[in-house]
């Protein structure tokens, strides 16, 4: 950039001053050119003189495809370095077939150029070559152009449409910087570098195509020394995005950390991503405030951390199964995502803040491979209703379901060891939870503010101090083991609880408190259907009932758990026969089927390899 404006500021100084910059050789038939005698090659030139270069090109110029010369011949091969720098009055002008180059600042300024035929064996466009050339409405970038310089058709303010040619690999900085009326534009596979400012300024550009190829393209964006940001479709009106390739940001300027060249562009409502993207990268679509439609395709493994945060008008996006990792804070403040989210099987993790602040979220369905739901993961989701976990997660983490005010049960795994800091705080909706004997950790605030709370069942048998509970949850009932009242109303954090109910078989009920997740079915006496959920259901008083539990396909019984006991030894071919003490609870696990660890109903090396990551903690 600098090199261009040192350039432009000599042209301007020679042509103040009435100094020659360069002296041409020759004048023929009212065209200036320097000669190369060696090559027997002729490039157009300009007559600099006092009154400025505006006058000596005017109207329609033809050039010749070669010229005669004290009875020599040469070819022109070259317009060159500011051949009609400021020609005002050029109207139009012809390109031989013979031209291999157009050279910096060549048509610069030329206001009066509508349209111009750039010919085949054209491989180079310099510096600023048509900047500013206001009046030009149409030009045509023959696929021999290899190299597009600096601003070389920045301030074309009339220019509607351009197709990058395909042998073209960078696009420099401010390329097009200033087209206003540009309203598409595609990039084609070759390209693997787009500068800072490229399409800056370009206030009508709509739709953007970078079409489909294996190579990634990296896109400039720049801090100056005072922060202030700038990229490469500042000040556009961009709305409709097709990206059939990887993109990565690079940094220029003061500041090292690179931004998405989309980032906080609110004008954009859709983007379609092809199925050759594997990642989206960090940041790519955060703030984009107006964007609605987001079509993911099905090679895509990554997505990054905060890549859609804060597009606060998308309802709805579908991952593929092709995704293994979701970054923190991916789709965090999307406040209009209503439709239901399914989390693929190959992602292990939910990351921290993933789905923050997405109040209108209803239901989420999580893969059976996560093992671990991040801080804040869920936070604000005061819409949602229903959420299962998976019976691989170990860990919930603090405020990961905060403020999920909707939430009417939470059946928590049985292999869950740790519940963080305030990981259902204000879950004001609340009714029952159900706490299995592999907790050792409940965090500070758990479950404050869970109001209207009304049981708690607690198979902890290893009873600790906790302070999980308060501001109206210690109303609950608390169902503890056979045998462990008395440890649990000398254990602090628990004996706030006043309603503190062991699992005493000498009291009779008619009912029993369930929880089952939605991999089986529970049938009672051959009438009650119960799946995914927790909850009271009626059952025989003084007399045997009949349990039925039903996997669904692929699925078996992997565990029953009566009253902090696991009796699942007593099932005999998925039927279980017994008196029902009161006050009871029983909590049923249903699982994939041996081998079939991602429940795809085949059996397979992507079982082997889901196996082998849950035995190393993956």
Known sequence: MKQLYLKCLLLCILLLTGVRAYAYDCYVDGIYYNLNESEKTASVTFLYNSSSNSSAYQGSITIPSSIFYNEKEYKVTSIGLGAFLYCTYLTSIEIPNSVESIEDDAFNCCSGLTSIYIPSRVTKIGYGAFSSCIGLTTINIPNSVTSIGQNAFSGCSSLTSIIIPSDVSTIESGVFQGCYGLETITIGKSVTSIGVNTFSDCRNLRTLIIEDGPETLSIGTYFSTTFTYSNTFDRCLLTTLYLGRNISYYPSGYISSPSSPFWRLTTLTSVTIGDNVTSIENNMFSDCSNLTSVTIGNGVTNIGSSAFSGCSSLKSITIPNSVKTIGEGTFSGCSSLTSPITIPDGVTCIEGYTFSGCNGLTSVTIGNSVASIGDYAFSGCNSLTSIELPNRVTNIGGYA??????????????????????????????????????????????????????????????????????????????????????????????????????????????????????????????????????????????????????????????????????????????????????????????????????????????????????????
């Open 401 to 618: 379901f905060e403020g999920c005010s909707g939430l009417t049960s939470i059946v928590i795994p049985n292999r869950v060891t740790s519940i963080g800091n305030n990981a259902f705080q204000n879950c004001s909706d609340l009714t029952s939870l159900s706490i299995p004997i592999s907790v050792t950790s409940i965090g500070n605030g758990a479950f404050y503010g869970c109001s209207n709370l009304e049981s708690v069942y607690s198979e902890i048998t290893d009873v600790f101090s906790i302070d999980a509970f308060g501001n109206g949850s210690e109303n609950a009932t608390l169902y503890v083991p056979y045998g462990k009242k008395l440890t649990y109303i000398q254990t602090p954090g628990w004996n706030v609880f006043n309603d503190i109910i062991e699992m005493d078989p000498a009291i009779m009920n008619t009912s029993l408190l369930l929880s089952c997740n939605s991999k089986g079915s529970i049938t009672i006496n051959g009438t009650t259907v119960f799946t995914n959920k927790i909850g009271s259901v009626d059952i025989l008083e003084d007399v045997e009932n009949t349990i039925v539990f039903t996997p669904k396909a692929n699925c078996k019984l992997e565990q029953v758990c009566f009253n902090g006991f696991d009796v699942t030894t007593s099932v005999e071919n998925n039927t279980l026969k017994a008196v029902i003490p009161a006050k009871s609870q029983m909590v049923v696990t249903f699982a994939n089927e041996s081998g079939d660890m991602n429940n795809d109903g085949i059996i397979n090396i992507s079982d082997v390899v889901l196996l082998v990551n849950m035995i190393l903690g993956q």
